[in-house]
């Protein structure tokens, strides 16, 4: 993979990026930019849907650190996206507590409503579905989280299949405007 | 509808979960509703008034650090986030004349599966950790500080941010506060989904913006933490006890529990019970109790085990847990441990070691790979008791299941090695007969097993 980074050309950041960037970097101390990386990493993700090379390399200029670092974080990190995802991508909790309260019929039940594979993405790159770990939400089960930053909670099959519905008018709504 | 406003109607509002009158003398989640959890409501509720004490800005003349530690130390506050230990002691550990910079941390990586309280405690009522780790940094003389909060709950996150720009504008936080000598800086950080950095030290590594692989201790953060300076962590939960203790006095705080085991506790309660959610009960309350006020089982099913305190904790079985009360010394004499206070029920339906499987699956996935016991031995487990759960179990393969347990135990630079081997032994330990019948029988002890 250090090939594939040495090969490309660092992502341009929009101004607005640079200041999200520089909100989290003032958090920390001067010397101690690189703590930020977490922060920068998923604004990234959130900006352009996941982590490329590209955006590693300009984390890492713009951090001031090497790039390969940069990498070491993204891979550990099971939430960034090393590779592009359906427009949603949902998580679905499946850990014991959930898999008590029907997490397991949660995934399913998605996978089968929109024909793929667990870890698979729609033909139309709408939606991408994977089996998640604990997200700290036992209580709600079954819990899904969309696009990393919004969680649903007692997910039963009625509310799972109003939010793919949902989330398909709402990007055809956007299409259309 | 926008995507926003789509998504906003699933976010959990807290009701079945914390809104409810089911808890014994709260003292964290009283009087919480989901909208006041603002720096004004949380005013109104007497919010602040413990850090406007020891900076003796209420007209008296304050309190000196060490009436601080002092107190804390007699309330018998301890741990919240797993380990159980005593907080006003590893405050005191702190070199607190050290010149240079010293950090505090909150851990908020909450992400030990049945947990789920320090989500509700900082979505619902986000000062309260603040002005507890106000109180911390004047105990121990340290100028800034970190949340550290779980990745998945990043709407908690930014709930966060917006309670500290609350606290900062209105001067509880920031430079010379509330008009005294004391200052401190406080900030938000979060996760991004990696078990592991709710280790303290691999969290101190994931805030340096590295990846989160634990320290080797020693030397142990009070003495080299973030960036290399002193460092003290303690668990959200910690840090939202300790404005009442400083109001209310160590002794009445201590009061409410049992000797050595002070305060109240928030138990989360998942799995097979009428309502899930989370209960803040006194410390020495009966399981039995808390069990009432999830409403009893599910369905009315004969409960059949407890995992007592998160994941990594041995699991109970019914006629431990039915005698027992929850505190740290009661759960730990019964041979497992309170943890994080993440009680998994389980009801008679279900498969010890279809359990197993899911749990055993869980720490080889979040293994970090730094240490050989616990990269090559979490595998092992998964292995084994995967192929048990499938019909293809080994005889021999009870005792190798022992065996590797035995052998990642203790031997690694942190606790998952020894996590992920608990819930091994545990559930050889009291459901044996369920994984000797897989292996014979090639199929399930219990009819319609999950």
Same mark, same amino acid.
């Not at chain 2, 003398?25 to 602040?48: F, H, T």
């Not at chain 2, 339906?349 to 790979?369: A, D, W």
């Given at each position: 993979?250090?090939?594939?980074?040495?090969?490309?050309?660092?992502?341009?950041?929009?101004?607005?990026?640079?200041?999200?960037?520089?909100?989290?970097?003032?958090?920390? *101390?001067?010397?101690?930019?690189?703590?930020?990386?977490?922060?920068?990493?998923?604004?990234?993700?959130?900006?352009?849907?996941?982590?490329?090379?590209?955006?590693?390399?300009?984390v890492?200029?713009?951090?001031?650190?090497?790039?390969?670092?940069?990498?070491?974080?993204?891979? =550990?990190?099971?939430?960034?996206?090393l590779k592009?995802?359906?427009?949603?991508?949902?998580n679905?909790?499946?850990?014991?507590?959930c898999?008590? !309260?029907?997490?397991?019929?949660?995934?399913?039940?998605?996978?089968?409503?929109?024909?793929? +594979?667990?870890?698979?993405?729609?033909?139309?790159?709408?939606?991408?579905?994977?089996? $998640?770990?604990?997200?700290g939400a036992?209580?709600?089960?079954?819990?899904?989280?969309?696009?990393?930053?919004?969680?649903?909670?007692?997910?039963?099959?009625?509310?799972?299949?109003?939010?793919?519905?949902?989330?398909?008018q /709402?990007?055809t709504?956007?299409?259309?405007? | 509808?926008?995507?926003?406003?789509?998504?906003?109607?699933?976010?959990?509002?807290?009701?079945?979960?914390?809104?409810?009158?089911?808890?014994?003398?709260?003292?964290?989640?009283?009087?919480?509703?989901?909208?006041?959890?603002?720096?004004?409501?949380?005013?109104?509720?007497?919010?602040?008034?413990?850090?406007?004490?020891?900076?003796?800005?209420?007209?008296?003349?304050?309190?000196?650090?060490?009436?601080?530690?002092?107190?804390?130390?007699?309330?018998?506050?301890?741990? !919240?986030?797993?380990?159980?230990?005593?907080? $006003?002691?590893?405050?005191? =550990?702190?070199?607190?004349?050290?010149?240079?910079?010293?950090?505090?941390?909150?851990?908020?990586?909450?992400?030990?599966?049945g947990?789920?309280?320090?989500?509700?405690?900082?979505?619902?009522?986000?000062?309260i950790?603040?002005?507890?780790?106000?109180?911390?940094?004047?105990?121990?003389?340290?100028?800034?500080?970190?949340?550290?909060?779980?990745?998945?709950i990043?709407?908690?996150?930014?709930?966060?941010?917006?309670?500290?720009?609350?606290?900062?504008?209105?001067?509880?936080?920031?430079?010379?506060?509330?008009?005294?000598?004391?200052? =401190?800086?406080?900030?938000?950080?979060?996760?991004?989904?990696?078990?592991?950095?709710? +280790?303290?030290?691999?969290?101190?590594?994931?805030? +340096?913006?590295?990846? $989160?692989? *634990?320290?080797?201790? %020693?030397?142990?953060?009070?003495?080299?933490?973030?960036?290399?300076?002193?460092?003290?962590?303690n668990?959200? +939960?910690?840090?939202?006890?300790?404005?009442?203790i400083?109001?209310?006095?160590?002794?009445?705080?201590?009061?409410? &529990?049992?000797?050595?085991?002070?305060?109240?506790?928030?138990?989360?309660?998942?799995?097979?019970?009428?309502? %899930?959610?989370?209960?803040?009960?006194?410390? $020495?309350?009966?399981?039995?109790?808390?069990?009432e006020?999830?409403?009893?089982?599910?369905?009315?099913?004969?409960?059949?085990?407890?995992?007592?305190?998160?994941?990594?904790?041995?699991?109970? %079985?019914?006629?431990?847990?039915?005698?027992?009360?929850?505190?740290?010394?009661a759960?730990?004499?019964?041979?497992?441990?309170?943890?994080? &206070?993440?009680?998994?029920?389980?009801?008679?339906?279900?498969?010890?070691?279809? /359990?197993?499987?899911?749990?055993?699956?869980?720490?080889?996935?979040?293994?970090?790979?730094?240490?050989?016991?616990?990269?090559?031995?979490?595998?092992?487990?998964?292995?084994?008791?995967?192929?048990?759960?499938?019909?293809?179990?080994?005889?021999?393969?009870?005792?190798?299941?022992?065996?590797?347990?035995?052998?990642?135990?203790?031997?690694?630079?942190?606790?998952?090695?020894?996590?992920?081997?608990?819930?091994?032994?545990?559930?050889?330990k009291?459901? !044996?007969?369920e994984?000797?019948?897989?292996?014979?029988?090639?199929?399930?002890?219990v009819?319609?097993?999950?």
């Amino acid at each position: 993979m250090s090939s594939t980074l040495t090969a490309v050309a660092a992502m341009t950041l929009s101004e607005v990026t640079q200041k999200r960037f520089a909100q989290e970097v003032a958090k920390y *101390p001067a010397d101690q930019s690189q703590s930020a990386v977490m922060a920068c990493l998923s604004i990234v993700q959130q900006e352009n849907g996941w982590v490329s090379p590209e955006a590693e390399l300009a984390v890492a200029q713009y951090l001031g650190m090497p790039a390969m670092a940069v990498r070491e974080v993204s891979s =550990f990190y099971n939430m960034y996206n090393l590779k592009p995802v359906g427009r949603y991508k949902i998580n679905v909790c499946t850990n014991l507590p959930c898999q008590l !309260r029907n997490g397991a019929g949660a995934l399913a039940h998605l996978c089968e409503r929109l024909g793929i +594979e667990v870890g698979g993405t729609t033909a139309d790159g709408l939606f991408t579905v994977q089996a $998640g770990e604990c997200m700290g939400a036992c209580g709600d089960a079954p819990v899904v989280l969309v696009n990393d930053r919004s969680m649903c909670s007692f997910m039963g099959h009625d509310k799972l299949d109003q939010l793919v519905d949902g989330l398909r008018q /709402s990007a055809t709504d956007k299409a259309a405007t | 509808m926008t995507e926003q406003q789509l998504l906003s109607q699933f976010q959990a509002q807290g009701l079945e979960s914390c809104f409810h009158d089911r808890h014994i003398s709260p003292q964290i989640l009283a009087g919480l509703n989901g909208n006041n959890w603002q720096l004004k409501d949380y005013e109104a509720r007497g919010g602040y008034q413990a850090l406007r004490k020891i900076l003796g800005q209420d007209g008296s003349e304050g309190l000196s650090q060490d009436q601080v530690i002092a107190i804390v130390k007699e309330s018998g506050l301890r741990g !919240r986030g797993g380990a159980g230990f005593p907080t $006003g002691l590893k405050w005191s =550990f702190m070199p607190r004349q050290f010149p240079g910079s010293k950090y505090l941390v909150c851990n908020s990586d909450e992400g030990e599966p049945g947990t789920f309280k320090d989500r509700d405690i900082l979505q619902f009522n986000p000062h309260i950790v603040i002005e507890g780790m106000a109180i911390a940094a004047y105990a121990m003389g340290i100028g800034v500080g970190y949340n550290y909060i779980h990745g998945e709950i990043f709407k908690t996150y930014e709930r966060f941010e917006a309670a500290l720009e609350q606290a900062r504008a209105a001067g509880y936080l920031g430079d010379k506060i509330m008009g005294s000598s004391f200052s =401190f800086q406080l900030h938000a950080a979060h996760g991004f989904g990696a078990y592991i950095c709710g +280790e303290e030290t691999a969290l101190l590594e994931s805030l +340096e913006g590295k990846k $989160g692989q *634990p320290r080797f201790k %020693p030397p142990f953060p009070a003495s080299f933490g973030l960036y290399g300076k002193p460092t003290t962590i303690n668990n959200t +939960e910690t840090f939202s006890a300790v404005p009442w203790i400083i109001k209310n006095g160590g002794a009445a705080y201590l009061a409410c &529990g049992k000797p050595n085991n002070g305060g109240t506790k928030i138990f989360s309660i998942s799995g097979d019970v009428e309502r %899930p959610g989370n209960y803040e009960i006194p410390l $020495g309350t009966p399981f039995a109790k808390l069990l009432e006020l999830a409403g009893g089982m599910r369905g009315g099913r004969a409960l059949k085990a407890v995992i007592p305190g998160g994941s990594s904790a041995p699991v109970l %079985p019914a006629s431990i847990m039915m005698d027992i009360t929850m505190d740290y010394d009661a759960i730990a004499k019964a041979g497992s441990m309170l943890g994080s &206070g993440a009680v998994i029920v389980m009801d008679e339906r279900r498969c010890m070691v279809k /359990s197993l499987q899911r749990l055993s699956y869980f720490y080889m996935h979040e293994s970090c790979g730094q240490c050989t016991p616990c990269r090559e031995g979490t595998g092992w487990l998964w292995r084994m008791v995967d192929r048990i759960e499938n019909g293809q179990g080994r005889p021999s393969d009870m005792d190798l299941l022992d065996n590797v347990a035995e052998s990642i135990m203790g031997r690694t630079i942190c606790a998952l090695g020894d996590a992920a081997a608990m819930p091994v032994r545990g559930m050889l330990k009291h459901f !044996r007969a369920e994984f000797e019948h897989h292996i014979t029988h090639k199929t399930c002890m219990v009819a319609a097993h999950v």
